[in-house]
């Protein structure tokens, strides 16, 4: 450490003690202090000196009082040297020599804790800018911050502090920081392990040596404590209630680059459990509380599943209202028998009831629309279940990016729930110029909204023109037309479709319609949809397709028919975009009544979504959906246009979007296109997962997929050898203008004549 001014707190000391000795003779006997004065003091105000002082003006001074206030003016740090004389007309003047103040602190050459934290340190530790400087003070300062780094494994860390004069009785403190390379682990011994080889115990730790090649990881001591706490997890799970850690030891190289660890344990016997009871009052019925039980007699003695039975049982108490109840489970070791005696001593308290439901965070969204979400209400007994059903259901609505139920103490029977959201987009406004690889280019005008002023209402209005599409679309959905939930939609729609600019076929058709829909709940994660649709549709074909040409040679090119929908919907997933737990399974079905058409259809599609947390930030997703449908009557198939098609995001990624299944020549050349089928089959297995090294991931996900799928011309002809596979990588990003989707797949089994794309996005689509 390198400092101007040369007096050390020893020096300094022994001063104050000569300085008690050593003062004017007349100060050796007792006098009447008329009057006190101060010479030196320029930062210190006299009221902050007269504070330390012993002495006051009307009273009688002695010796032992004046060493006694010059000892407390040195230990305020203040002042590098004190002394105290007397006037002969009974004043005593106190001369004081300064502390210089601190004008600027600098903190150089640190890379791996930040500035800011450093600063924050400074400052707990009484170094900041304007304080009084004390010599002191730097060497408490060098040990925190050699400590810090050696908390990170950084042991060759070498802490300067730099002190440079300046005008004012003032200095500058540079922190020079060399913060050195970071020590990593040469060897984990592991003493007292018997059981567990240390092979098994060193594969559970975040610490690895690696002894053989002379380098290891970066040692840290947070990371020693979590492997300490995992052995003990991984002991006491296995039935080792007596397991401890008696010690742990960190020695240190010679050099500083290596670190040796020592964990000291004792295993102690396995223990079983010979008895379970439960005490207090329990509220449940016993059997429905030994249920909840996770451990068992005779089954070896594990923490993690004790825990898990506290939770379960406290959990199952609120649903009852008891929102506090305690749940303790008590053991004793009978060592003689090496078993374990466990009781849960319960203690409902109070039954607690909610005061009131608050809402925060809600800028746009009406709080009528989040309180209709609400399973847990105002008055009622609080419940758990029904707080993390209220969650659930914010989150699957769509309007938020964040949502969180706090609970809040009002007294020893009342709480406040606070609902805490943060709103996200849900919806768009688009005019201008688009492209997609389906369809081309696209000029459009619309809106699209889930949450229609914050009333919770959909409402979308759309025109939109392409090289394939033209359509205009209006339409409104209020999901609570009813207090019960029971939804109402209705619409007005206008197409053309151009199934050539579509690689489908070279026919057009052009539909106009009015639709209805009703959807009922049948219970939390249940609901039924009825709905009617009066379509009015004219089909234009061209000369070179036969199909075409023969359907309205036989049925005409105009039909007016109505189509009945129903459907059910099972969803107990926990988000409406990036579920990572749940399953959502739909059935639904739709087909044209046969009074109102030549040509009556049905189609049947049944969809699975299932989502399993693999990890924190990992989800398993399984999807796979059938569709099928047949003409009926005198109709022994689907009419052309109503056929469907695969490939592309949404089905099959890494093939050119409708362009799986059967074929047919189209032109003379021998090219050929997909003529669609009556049954499709799509699935997908995929690991979704925040994009890495990006710190607000909430609005955007990755996945590394595997799709699979095809069409076929019926059920008879479906085989497994015929299915389409691809593997990649998918980005699904909440954008302002809705969602967006890009894939990037490689096709796995496919055949000589299928159209591939590797890299293929939509923008708009559900995911």
């Given at each position: 450490?390198?400092?101007?001014?040369?007096?050390?707190s020893?020096?300094?000391?022994?001063s104050?003690?000569?300085?008690?000795?050593?003062?004017?003779?007349?100060?050796?006997?007792a006098?009447?202090?008329?009057?006190?004065?101060?010479?030196?003091?320029?930062?210190?105000?006299?009221?902050?000196?007269n504070?330390?002082?012993?002495?006051?003006?009307?009273k009688?001074?002695?010796?032992?009082?004046?060493?006694?206030?010059?000892?407390?003016?040195?230990?305020?740090?203040?002042?590098?040297?004190?002394?105290?004389?007397?006037?002969?007309?009974?004043?005593?003047?106190?001369?004081?020599?300064?502390?210089?103040?601190?004008?600027?602190?600098k903190?150089?050459?640190?890379?791996l804790?930040?500035?800011?934290?450093?600063?924050?340190?400074?400052?707990?530790l009484g170094?900041?800018?304007?304080?009084?400087?004390?010599?002191?003070?730097?060497?408490?300062?060098?040990?925190?911050?050699?400590?810090?780094?050696?908390?990170?494994?950084?042991?060759?860390?070498?802490i300067?502090?730099?002190?440079?004069?300046?005008?004012?009785?003032?200095?500058?403190?540079?922190?020079d920081?060399?913060?050195?390379?970071?020590?990593?682990i040469?060897?984990?011994?592991?003493?007292?392990?018997?059981?567990?080889?240390?092979?098994?115990?060193?594969?559970?730790?975040?610490?690895?040596?690696?002894a053989?090649?002379?380098?290891?990881?970066?040692?840290?001591?947070?990371?020693?404590?979590?492997?300490?706490?995992?052995?003990?997890?991984?002991?006491?799970?296995?039935?080792?209630?007596?397991?401890?850690?008696?010690?742990?030891?960190?020695?240190?190289?010679?050099?500083?680059?290596?670190?040796?660890t020592?964990?000291?344990?004792?295993?102690?016997?396995?223990?079983s459990?010979?008895?379970?009871?439960?005490?207090?009052?329990?509220?449940?019925?016993?059997?429905?509380?030994?249920?909840?039980?996770?451990?068992?007699?005779?089954?070896?003695?594990?923490?993690?599943?004790?825990?898990?039975?506290?939770?379960?049982i406290?959990?199952?108490?609120?649903?009852?209202?008891?929102?506090?109840?305690?749940?303790?489970?008590?053991?004793?070791?009978?060592?003689?028998?090496n078993?374990?005696?466990?009781?849960?001593?319960?203690?409902?308290?109070?039954?607690?009831?909610?005061?009131?439901v608050?809402?925060?965070?809600?800028?746009?969204?009406?709080?009528?629309?989040?309180?209709?979400?609400?399973?847990?209400?105002?008055?009622a007994?609080?419940?758990?279940?029904m707080?993390?059903?209220?969650?659930?259901?914010?989150?699957?609505?769509?309007?938020?990016?964040?949502?969180?139920?706090?609970t809040?103490?009002?007294?020893?029977?009342?709480?406040?729930?606070?609902?805490?959201?943060?709103?996200?987009?849900?919806?768009?406004f688009?005019?201008?110029?688009?492209?997609?690889?389906?369809?081309?280019a696209?000029?459009n005008?619309?809106?699209?909204?889930?949450?229609?002023?914050?009333?919770?209402?959909?409402?979308?209005?759309?025109?939109?023109?392409?090289?394939?599409?033209?359509?205009a679309?209006?339409?409104?959905?209020?999901?609570?037309?009813?207090?019960?939930?029971?939804?109402?939609?209705?619409?007005?729609?206008?197409?053309?479709?151009?199934?050539?600019?579509?690689?489908?076929?070279?026919?057009?058709?052009?539909?106009?319609?009015?639709?209805?829909?009703?959807?009922?709940?049948?219970s939390?994660?249940?609901?039924?949809?009825?709905?009617?649709?009066?379509?009015?549709?004219?089909?234009?074909?061209?000369?070179?397709?036969?199909?075409?040409?023969?359907?309205?040679?036989?049925?005409g090119?105009?039909?007016?028919?109505?189509?009945a929908?129903?459907?059910?919907?099972?969803?107990?997933t926990?988000?409406?975009?990036f579920?990572s737990?749940g399953?959502?399974?739909?059935?639904?079905?739709?087909?044209v009544?046969?009074?109102?058409?030549?040509?009556?259809?049905y189609?049947?599609?049944?969809?699975?979504?299932w989502?399993?947390?693999?990890?924190?930030?990992?989800?398993?997703?399984?999807?796979?959906g059938l569709?099928?449908?047949d003409g009926?009557g005198?109709?022994d198939?689907?009419?052309?246009?109503?056929?469907?098609?695969?490939?592309?995001?949404?089905?099959?990624?890494g093939?050119?979007?409708?362009?799986?299944?059967?074929?047919y020549?189209?032109?003379?050349?021998?090219?050929?296109?997909?003529?669609?089928?009556?049954?499709?089959?799509?699935?997908?297995?995929?690991?979704?997962?925040?994009i890495?090294?990006?710190?607000?991931?909430?609005?955007?996900?990755?996945?590394?997929?595997?799709?699979?799928?095809?069409?076929?011309?019926?059920?008879?002809?479906?085989?497994?050898d015929?299915?389409?596979?691809?593997?990649?990588?998918?980005?699904s990003?909440?954008t302002?203008?809705?969602?967006?989707?890009?894939?990037?797949?490689?096709?796995?089994?496919?055949?000589?004549?299928?159209?591939?794309?590797?890299?293929?996005?939509?923008?708009?689509?559900?995911?």
């Amino acid at each position: 450490m390198v400092n101007m001014f040369q007096k050390n707190s020893t020096k300094t000391i022994l001063s104050a003690a000569i300085a008690s000795v050593l003062f004017t003779p007349s100060l050796a006997y007792a006098f009447t202090l008329k009057n006190i004065e101060v010479e030196g003091a320029n930062k210190i105000g006299f009221e902050t000196i007269n504070n330390y002082l012993t002495v006051s003006p009307g009273k009688d001074v002695n010796a032992q009082q004046i060493q006694e206030s010059i000892q407390r003016l040195y230990k305020t740090g203040f002042f590098k040297d004190v002394s105290f004389y007397q006037r002969d007309n009974g004043t005593l003047v106190i001369k004081v020599l300064e502390r210089p103040s601190i004008a600027e602190i600098k903190i150089e050459g640190n890379s791996l804790i930040e500035t800011d934290v450093l600063t924050s340190a400074l400052d707990g530790l009484g170094l900041k800018k304007g304080r009084i400087y004390n010599q002191v003070q730097m060497d408490h300062v060098v040990v925190d911050l050699k400590r810090r780094y050696q908390n990170q494994g950084y042991y060759a860390a070498v802490i300067d502090i730099v002190t440079t004069e300046l005008p004012r009785n003032r200095v500058e403190l540079k922190v020079d920081i060399k913060e050195g390379e970071p020590a990593t682990i040469g060897r984990i011994n592991l003493v007292g392990n018997k059981v567990y080889t240390d092979k098994r115990l060193k594969s559970l730790m975040q610490m690895v040596e690696n002894a053989s090649f002379g380098s290891g990881d970066k040692y840290s001591k947070p990371k020693m404590e979590a492997d300490i706490e995992t052995l003990k997890s991984y002991y006491l799970d296995r039935g080792f209630a007596e397991f401890k850690v008696r010690s742990s030891q960190v020695s240190i190289s010679a050099d500083k680059t290596k670190v040796f660890t020592t964990i000291n344990m004792s295993e102690g016997p396995n223990y079983s459990i010979s008895k379970i009871d439960y005490v207090g009052e329990i509220i449940i019925a016993r059997k429905e509380i030994e249920s909840l039980t996770q451990v068992k007699e005779k089954d070896v003695f594990s923490r993690s599943k004790v825990i898990e039975s506290v939770n379960a049982i406290r959990d199952r108490l609120s649903e009852e209202g008891y929102a506090f109840a305690e749940v303790a489970p008590e053991t004793v070791l009978n060592k003689d028998n090496n078993t374990v005696a466990l009781t849960f001593k319960v203690e409902p308290k109070k039954r607690v009831y909610i005061r009131r439901v608050e809402i925060e965070g809600n800028t746009r969204t009406r709080d009528h629309v989040i309180r209709r979400e609400m399973r847990q209400l105002e008055s009622a007994p609080y419940s758990l279940k029904m707080v993390r059903q209220s969650k659930e259901r914010l989150q699957r609505v769509g309007f938020f990016k964040s949502t969180d139920i706090e609970t809040k103490r009002v007294s020893a029977d009342q709480v406040d729930l606070v609902v805490k959201v943060e709103e996200q987009a849900t919806g768009s406004f688009s005019a201008g110029v688009g492209y997609s690889q389906t369809d081309g280019a696209s000029f459009n005008l619309g809106i699209s909204e889930r949450n229609f002023i914050g009333s919770g209402n959909k409402l979308n209005f759309s025109v939109s023109t392409s090289s394939a599409k033209k359509s205009a679309d209006i339409g409104v959905t209020n999901p609570y037309f009813t207090k019960d939930g029971v939804s109402l939609g209705v619409g007005l729609y206008y197409s053309e479709i151009d199934a050539s600019q579509l690689s489908i076929a070279d026919y057009t058709t052009n539909n106009l319609g009015v639709r209805l829909s009703l959807g009922y709940p049948l219970s939390e994660n249940d609901s039924l949809s009825y709905g009617l649709k009066f379509d009015s549709q004219e089909l234009v074909c061209s000369d070179t397709f036969t199909f075409c040409s023969n359907y309205v040679d036989d049925y005409g090119k105009t039909a007016n028919s109505i189509i009945a929908s129903m459907g059910w919907v099972h969803n107990t997933t926990n988000a409406f975009y990036f579920p990572s737990d749940g399953q959502k399974t739909s059935l639904s079905f739709e087909g044209v009544l046969p009074s109102t058409s030549k040509t009556p259809y049905y189609k049947v599609y049944l969809n699975e979504n299932w989502f399993q947390p693999i990890s924190r930030n990992f989800t398993l997703q399984l999807k796979s959906g059938l569709a099928f449908g047949d003409g009926y009557g005198d109709i022994d198939n689907l009419p052309f246009y109503e056929k469907f098609y695969a490939g592309g995001i949404g089905s099959v990624r890494g093939y050119e979007s409708n362009s799986l299944g059967p074929l047919y020549d189209s032109t003379t050349d021998g090219s050929t296109s997909p003529t669609g089928g009556s049954v499709k089959l799509t699935g997908t297995a995929a690991v979704v997962f925040p994009i890495p090294f990006i710190e607000d991931s909430s609005n955007v996900r990755m996945s590394w997929f595997f799709d699979f799928g095809n069409v076929f011309d019926d059920f008879g002809k479906v085989k497994v050898d015929d299915l389409r596979t691809s593997t990649g990588l998918g980005v699904s990003w909440i954008t302002p203008v809705g969602p967006l989707t890009f894939s990037i797949a490689q096709p796995i089994s496919y055949q000589s004549d299928d159209k591939l794309q590797t890299f293929q996005f939509t923008l708009g689509a559900g995911f």
